[in-house]
């Protein structure tokens, strides 16, 4: 019997996810797992699937949307969801076991996948830190991980870059969303955005997540795993570290009375993804690079497609004149970078 129509199996429809599980051999004919919605993402529905009886297993279905929701009008093509399984796969091969969830299956007809379920209890690592709680251990582990993938996808390179040399989603997703929306929508940053673009493009030398972020993280015992590969490309490792600093640093900002513990978190993240990488020919100028891409994601979550939900206008505008400020300065180093961000909002 033919699998339904990819127009209309929409996962988040309980019955159309049982009947094409059922259809596709996924569960028993007679089995009726209990399905979640899961919240959070804009560029996916996402249920988490309980299987009953003897088989007690949980799975997290994702299937790519076209539009994406968010309040600007962004559309992506959901072929994405299956670079996103291809970079399960090869997350699973690069870093230490349970950093990712297990791959299980893809539909390249609805332009889903599935993956093994985290177990509970976990909790939201963004969440986590927007309620105060820093935990150093974490940050350490948050800046290995990335330095873990960036160093093993260099020394594996030939097998890898192949793979991912696409940067059609890391394109529509992130660049043009990013920076080249903030730099029409920001005053003074054209020309910085312009040509941290430019640099991006031609730099591509480490398999790069996109994503790196708190809210892609759950915690579960203690260790950290991470979710959302869709703009997971072959590119500039500097955007991941600049992308990850973000958000410690839009949250120190956010929440006064933790300022300076978020400014120690992304220090010790940085560190910590330093001494991963260990010491060869592709870090040269990474520093630096990671210097403008940070300001570079600083802005663009207050004046891109997809700003910050937590900060709210004043905040955005504070934030935005602070970057772009700092984007007309000379800031050499990370640290320099964190200080004078921090001293400043």
Known sequence: MPLMDERKLDIEDPDGLVAWLRRSGRIEPDERPRLEVLAGGVSNRTVLVERTGACRDSWVIKQALDKLRVQADWFCDPQRVHREAAGLRW?????????????????????????????????????????????????????????????????????????????????????????????????????????????????????????????????????????????????DPAFDVGFGLTHFLSKAHLLLAHRQDFADAARTVWRSYRAAIGNDSWQAGLEQYAVRHTLGCLLARVAGRSPLEYLDERERTVQQDVTVALMGERLETVDALIETFVERV
């Open 91 to 235: 997350l699973a091969k690069l870093t230490p076991a349970g950093s990712v969830p297990a791959f299980l299956f893809e539909d390249h007809g609805h332009h889903l996948l599935a993956m093994q379920a985290v177990p509970q209890p976990h909790e939201n690592w963004k969440t986590v830190l927007l309620a105060g709680r820093v935990d150093r251990s974490h940050c350490e582990q948050f800046g290995t991980l990335l330095g873990t993938i960036h160093r093993r996808s260099f020394e594996r390179r030939d097998e890898v870059r192949p793979a991912f040399g696409d940067r059609t989603f890391f394109e529509s997703l992130r660049l043009e969303p990013y920076y080249s929306y903030a730099a029409t929508n920001a005053q003074g940053a054209a020309g910085f955005l312009e040509q941290l673009l430019a640099e991006t493009r031609r730099r591509r030398l480490t398999l790069v997540h996109g994503d790196y972020s708190p809210k892609n993280v759950l915690v579960h015992k203690g260790r950290l795993v991470l979710l959302d590969h869709e703009v997971i490309h072959w590119g």
